[in-house]
């Protein structure tokens, strides 16, 4: 299984970016997809999480900002951010829990997408 996460760049405060994550290898649907984020000088941190095919999914962040989704026939997982602030900025990370089922700990994570640098500023 591999990830491949795109979609990241630099954008101006206010804007929207949307972040897909491509997986690779088979059995999408039943793995849990989160993303996470990592921004300089601290520590990687849970942005949302989607399961059970999508029928499920949880977003830690500002639940007005962020949104995940996921396209079960295009083995892809999105992050669709809004109202883009600098402190969203951030390398971007997809990951896939094989195992499926909810969690928020970066370690229940088996298989990580390189990840995508957001940067937010003017």
């Known amino acids: 299984v591999q990830l491949q996460a795109f979609g990241g760049g630099l954008v101006q405060p206010g804007g929207s970016l949307r972040l897909s994550c491509v997986v690779s290898g088979g059995g999408f649907e039943g793995y849990t997809m989160a993303w996470f984020r990592q921004a300089p000088g601290k520590e990687r941190e849970f942005v949302a999480a989607s399961w059970n095919g999508g029928n499920e999914d949880y977003v830690y962040l500002e639940k007005d900002r962020f949104a995940i989704s996921r396209d079960n026939a295009k083995n892809t997982a999105y992050l669709q951010i809004t109202g883009l602030k600098p402190r969203d900025t951030a390398v971007y990370y997809c990951?896939?829990?094989?195992?499926?089922?909810?969690?928020?700990?970066?370690?229940?994570?088996?298989?990580w997408g390189q990840g995508t640098l957001v940067t937010v500023s003017s």
């Open positions: 990951a896939a829990r094989t195992l499926g089922g909810y969690s928020d700990y970066p370690e229940r994570y088996d298989v």
